[in-house]
């Protein structure tokens, strides 16, 4: 038996994607046979329905292919693959920049969501580095938003999961990230923001509310090009916290927004599919110490940002592009 079922994913991957898991209505709530529930429920999907029963797709949490003579009772759940709608291939490349036995780190490009949510499932890291690397039980050790590139660690091995995803819940890493931003005259080098920063679901825009500040980010300005009105910088950014857009909300409330953000200082519509103006954020290094070896640890990105030349200094860490190839990576 795979790890992957011994995990209780009674189906293993498909394409990378993880089957899904649906809760049955109590007995006496719902029709008896649980084909005829599934049927009611997946209007839409009755000839794809129809197909996994056949083939024992459709199966129970113990592996057992689910038919009408299935004994169903009360918290029953069943497993079952659904096929993802289309969607917009991201042109971009996952580059691995490390992998051993117990972690992949890798330099996520623009526009590429860590895990599938929402309308993102096979356009995501997770679901390219599974499948391209045949690692079934590869997972996030920590996340990064769609719209931001740079340095992303999975964990390989469940034995060893928590110990790494503990390190990111308790703050034990040091993260860089550098951006290119507005930068008015007079600006100060050094700046600090701390703010009370809430997301509301369903809400594009996170927003600064009044009480205990939980959000906290070290900003410095490493160089400037440009003149008046349109001026811009290069700014290394160290938050100590990790709250939703972040260093989004508090460099738009330093009245230096991020450029090629489309939600702050305001909202704009993106077409699908429109990948030319990508904000102008990125992962630069993570830095941690192991806490299965003990050893000191550090990955950096080998991108850049498209808004500043090739030619001037990214924090000591020059590279390439987004679009194009890191050198001595391993592309997906």
Not at 178 to 205: F, N, Y
């Amino acid at each position: 038996m795979s790890s992957s079922r011994r995990r209780g994913r009674p189906l293993p991957l498909r394409n990378g994607v993880d089957p899904v898991r649906i809760r049955l209505a109590d007995p006496g709530q719902g029709p008896r046979s649980i084909p005829e529930e599934l049927r009611r429920r997946f209007p839409d999907r009755l000839a794809e329905l129809t197909v996994a029963l056949e083939a024992g797709q459709v199966v129970t949490a113990d592996g057992a292919p689910v038919t009408a003579a299935t004994r169903r009772h009360r918290g029953m759940d069943v497993w079952m693959y659904r096929t993802p709608e289309p969607e917009i291939p991201v042109p971009f490349e996952v580059e691995v920049l490390h992998a051993d036995d117990r972690l992949v780190v890798v330099d996520k490009p623009h526009y590429l969501a860590t895990t599938p949510r929402a309308g993102h499932v096979t356009e995501t890291a997770l679901v390219r580095l599974r499948r391209d690397l045949a690692l079934d039980d590869l997972a996030p050790a920590h996340r990064l938003d769609r719209l931001t590139a740079g340095v992303l660690v999975f964990t390989v091995d469940p034995a060893h999961r928590g110990a790494y995803q503990e390190l990111f819940a308790a703050r034990r890493v040091t993260k860089t990230y550098l951006a290119v931003a507005t930068a008015p005259d007079g600006v100060p080098t050094e700046r600090q923001r701390s703010s009370r920063i809430v997301k509301t679901r369903g809400v594009l825009q996170a927003s600064e509310v009044d009480g205990e500040p939980d959000a906290h980010t070290r900003i410095t300005l490493l160089g400037t090009r440009g003149d008046g009105a349109g001026r811009i910088g290069l700014y290394r950014l160290e938050p100590t916290t990790g709250r939703t857009h972040q260093l989004r909300v508090h460099m738009n409330a330093l009245g230096t927004p991020i450029l090629g953000d489309d939600l702050y200082p305001r909202v704009l519509d993106v077409a699908p599919g429109d990948f030319s103006t990508p904000l102008q954020l990125l992962a630069e290094s993570i830095a941690f110490t192991d806490p299965v070896s003990g050893e000191k640890r550090e990955f950096v990105t080998r991108r850049t940002l498209d808004a500043w030349t090739r030619e001037q200094d990214q924090g000591g860490h020059p590279g390439n592009p987004p679009s194009a190839s890191a050198p001595n990576s391993c592309k997906l």
